[in-house]
């Protein structure tokens, strides 16, 4: 069984910056994508950003200049760092991870989310 384990989630005003951090754990041969997601209440969950084994980010349209994500292989940890946030980048903010489980299985794993909340 593999978990995820996000933090950094909180309150900021707007223009402010916050870092999630999101850390995978259990039974990990290697991890394939880690990335971000979120939901707002009363719209559906939505791609924030995503970053291959090898590094490569993928961004929303929305996130653009403003966010960036990372990823430390050896510590299984994908990190979001947003900057100049706005009032609509409150949501829950979900981990997802592609996490090779066994000798020849692989598993789509979730975070339980962090509440991030900007204030105008």
């Known amino acids: 069984q593999v978990q995820l384990a996000e933090s950094g989630g909180g309150l900021v005003q707007a223009g402010g910056s916050l870092r999630l951090s999101c850390a995978a754990s259990?039974?990990?041969?290697?991890?394939?994508?880690m990335g971000w997601y979120r939901q707002a209440p009363g719209k559906q969950r939505e791609l924030v950003a995503t970053?291959?084994?090898?590094?490569?980010?993928n961004y929303a349209d929305s996130v653009k200049g403003r966010f960036t994500i990372s990823r430390d292989n050896a510590k299984n940890t994908v990190y979001l760092q947003m900057n100049s946030l706005k009032p609509e980048d409150t949501a829950v903010y979900y981990c997802?991870?592609?996490?090779?489980?066994?000798?020849?299985?692989?598993?789509?794993?979730w975070g339980q989310g962090t509440q991030v909340t900007v204030s105008s």
């Open positions: 259990g039974r990990i041969f290697s991890t394939n994508a």
């Open positions: 997802h991870a592609g996490v090779r489980d066994g000798l020849s299985s692989w598993g789509q794993y």
């Open positions: 970053i291959t084994s090898g590094g490569s980010p």
